[in-house]
């Protein structure tokens, strides 16, 4: 007998509530897995587009270690976008796929990454604020209910959290260093804040897809409430730095023990996400050249592999 769509559906909710996995084998229903299929996919693009501001200062880094530390953060990215591309792939949708919608402007990625890489203090506001953000975001997804995606934010927040202090070492060295540098320090500060801050999404009241999201446990809290976290953390990190966040309505409010803070610019944040950001033309056109760049790379593995495959199967 055909177990009805209602009932497939209240079991699968029960599996949510109780805080159970849902595994690709599951059943799911379809808008779980386009949400989670948007959601993970746009998080790989993401990691893999937000290699190429930092990537534009791995011949500059001002010494050996630097370059050293940064190349691996750099190559960090690189496999998050692996870890999520494999883990996206088990919804049923193929990395090619992912790729094309990626290649030909039709997916988005995160907001942050069209934001240009002026002075190498960038690279250190880039590790201090975006990954700071990010992991703020991903320890929550890590508890989220599918399987693959919530393994492998646990795996991605381990190295989020060297990046985050390679970041925050940078800022503070230069903020410690002659007026220059200080002054580097703060006008990373003064540019990467905002697009930070909006970075984690709209809020409330205009977060279309966080009902369902959270209904299904696939994110556990709204952008707001993650917002509130990152911020909190991060205020305090500045003073101890002696920079100061561009805010002016930023004030510590005693009895709800978070900080107040004033109105992003979400007009600049939708022009940003819909293509009309300062880097968006140059990140797709860059990753476009990466990926053409890397045809050889994937046709060798392709050939290594099915040689592979065929001396295994005659032995
Ligand atoms: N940039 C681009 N688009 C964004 C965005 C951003 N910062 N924030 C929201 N949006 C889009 C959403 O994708 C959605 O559009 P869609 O329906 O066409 O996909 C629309 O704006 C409305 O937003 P919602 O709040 O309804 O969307 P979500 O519930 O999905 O919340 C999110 C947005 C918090 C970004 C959520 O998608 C999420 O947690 N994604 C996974 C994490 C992720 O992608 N992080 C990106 C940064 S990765 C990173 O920083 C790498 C690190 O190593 C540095």
Redesign the pocket.
């Known amino acids: 007998m055909e177990t009805n769509i209602n009932t497939l559906e209240q079991q699968f909710q029960d599996k949510i509530d109780k805080g159970q996995k849902i595994e690709p084998k599951d059943w799911m229903p379809e808008m779980y897995r386009k949400q989670l299929t ?2 993970m996919s ?2 790989a693009h ?2 893999i587009i ?1 290699m190429l501001p930092e990537g534009n200062w791995i011949t500059r880094a001002p010494n050996l270690r630097r370059k050293a530390i940064l190349l691996a953060k750099v190559q960090d ?1 690189a496999g ?1 976008g692996l870890y999520l591309y494999s883990a996206a792939e088990t919804l049923g949708t193929s990395r090619e796929e992912l790729l094309n919608q990626l290649h030909t402007g039709k997916a ?5 990454f069209n934001y240009p890489s002026l002075t190498w203090a960038d690279i250190g506001a880039i590790g201090w604020l ?2 700071g953000a ?1 992991i703020m ?2 320890t929550m ?1 890590a508890k989220g209910s599918y399987g693959p995606y919530s393994r492998a934010m646990t795996r991605i927040c381990k190295e ?1 959290s060297f ?1 985050n202090r390679q970041g925050y070492e940078i800022l503070h060295t230069l903020a410690h260093g002659t007026n220059e540098q200080k002054e580097m320090a703060q006008d990373a500060l003064n540019r990467w804040w905002w697009p930070a801050v ?5 809020t409330e009241g205009n ?4 009902e369902q ?1 959270m209904k299904w446990k696939i ?1 556990l809290e709204t ?1 707001d409430a993650i917002r509130q976290r990152f911020i909190d953390r991060t205020v305090p990190q500045a003073d101890v730095m002696g920079l100061k966040i561009p805010d002016d309505k930023l004030v510590y409010n005693e009895t709800t023990k978070h900080y107040a803070y004033g109105e992003p610019n979400w007009n600049e944040f939708y022009e940003v ?1 819909k293509g009309n950001g300062p880097c968006n033309k140059k990140r797709l056109d860059d990753r476009n050249k990466a990926h053409d760049n890397g045809a050889w790379v994937r046709a060798a593995a392709e050939a290594y592999a099915s040689k592979q495959h065929i001396k295994n199967k005659v032995a």
Not at 207 to 210: C, L, Y
Request: proline share 6%.
């Open positions: 948007r959601m746009q998080h993401s990691e937000g990215e998050h988005k990625y995160s907001s942050i975006v990954d990010a975001n991903q997804l989020e990046h909006m970075m984690l999404g709209p977060s279309p897809n966080t999201t994110k952008n996400i």
